[in-house]
């Protein structure tokens, strides 16, 4: 929504803008104030609010907005698949079936993504309770998160890049976890090596617990002694490994959250660590969890979409990260990774469903917008590398302001 349109008591989910440029310390907050907004009006033109968490005053002029856009989609859906019917579109079986394999896969790795992500959450508000966390129940999360990438980690990168994205540290974690665990297939780490690391993804920063809630919410920038304190959070996730009896023994989960801050020239925290020094699962996870910061903030900055992410990761290879695991890493994503909206020169809008490892420029794709601009539904999946579609290119990488769509 524009910012003309924010009212004091609406939650603040997402701002346009880079959050090391935001007065504000987390994108996340309720407007308290009339100076919020005219801080908000002087860095922002968009922001993204929590309607259900928003003071019900102060939105009921959006909800109405949102359920007349609603009931509009509705009727062109309906109107889109009337048409279809009529058309009476026949696929051969083997195309059926495919699409078929294909949607299943997609939705059990749909349930297993959703179900971590409730699992992450209580095990954090175990944590800040102070109650024990079940280790076994989270090892068996990991487990089954890596099968799935095993299986098929498109999926699953594309569900991470499609479902809305929660200010929580459970989804943030999830996503990281999802991020590492592919990369971590392509470079080929053993299959008993790889819940040690999903492990790590997930709890790396655990410690972002015990940071006070005024800090995080703190608008500004932070001074030096603000920011010791932020950075502290590495220590405090390694402390809680080591009070853990069934984690404290994975040497490897420890190096993980201890050194994922740590930079490939020696400029990371908590100790300066340069180049091979950082452990080999640390260097891994500070190129995901880089990765996934940036494209979190996709919609609304050019920069952070996956292709820009990528190229800014390539250039800093073998300054901030390891270069040989940053090739590798645009290696395992491929040019248009998965969930990446794409303009094709047939006017067509269409997301990235899958790589293929051989030619990483013509991946999997299915249309989503007609030339016209139409939303089209039960596309079926087009693979760039087949011979009748060689007609059909990848023009550019997109973000939804490039798209004509409703916007709240």
Request: with cysteine; aromatic share 6%; hydrophobic share 40%.
């Amino acid at each position: 929504m524009a910012v003309d349109d924010v009212r004091v008591g609406m939650k603040v989910v997402e701002l346009d803008i880079n959050w090391m440029n935001s007065p504000f310390w987390r994108h996340a907050f309720k407007i308290k104030s009339d100076k919020e907004i005219r801080q908000i009006k002087q860095f922002c033109k968009f922001v993204v609010i929590d309607l259900n968490e928003s003071d019900l005053a102060a939105t009921n002029h959006l909800r109405q907005k949102i359920s007349d856009q609603q009931e509009a989609l509705e009727a062109q859906k309906t109107a889109q698949l009337a048409k279809k019917k009529q058309k009476e579109e026949k696929k051969t079986e083997p195309v059926e079936a495919a699409d078929t394999a294909a949607w299943q896969r997609l939705k059990k790795a749909e349930k297993d993504l959703e179900q971590t992500v409730e699992q992450m959450s209580d095990v954090f508000s175990d944590i800040k309770v102070g109650r024990a966390v079940d280790s076994p129940k989270l090892k068996r999360s990991v487990e089954t998160m890596a099968q799935d990438v095993l299986n098929d980690s498109s999926s699953l990168l594309l569900l991470t890049r499609l479902k809305e994205k929660e200010q929580s540290l459970a989804e943030k974690s999830v996503n990281v976890c999802v991020l590492t665990l592919t990369f971590a297939k392509h470079l080929g780490i053993r299959k008993d090596q790889l819940c040690e690391l999903g492990l790590g993804a997930l709890l790396h920063d655990i410690g972002m617990l015990k940071v006070p809630d005024n800090l995080l919410n703190h608008p500004g920038p932070l001074n030096s002694s603000q920011r010791a304190i932020i950075e502290q959070h590495v220590m405090d996730g390694v402390s809680f490994v080591g009070l853990n009896e069934d984690l404290s023994s994975m040497e490897s989960l420890r190096d993980m959250i201890a050194c994922h801050h740590e930079r490939y020239d020696g400029s990371g925290y908590p100790r300066g660590l340069k180049g091979k020094s950082i452990p080999l699962f640390a260097r891994i996870l500070g190129i995901t969890t880089t990765y996934e910061a940036m494209t979190r903030e996709r919609f609304y900055s050019e920069s952070s979409s996956p292709t820009q992410a990528l190229a800014k990761l390539y250039r800093w290879r073998y300054k901030l990260f390891d270069g040989r695991l940053v090739e590798k890493f645009i290696q395992a994503l491929g040019v248009y990774p998965p969930g990446c909206l794409v303009e094709l020169n047939t006017g067509q809008v269409a997301v990235v469903t899958a790589i293929n490892p051989d030619v990483r420029t013509r991946p999997v794709i299915r249309v989503l917008l007609s030339k016209d601009q139409t939303a089209l539904t039960d596309q079926p999946e087009l693979d760039l590398l087949m011979p009748e579609l060689a007609h059909i290119n990848i023009l550019r990488t997109l973000d939804t302001r490039d798209l004509d769509l409703p916007s709240v």
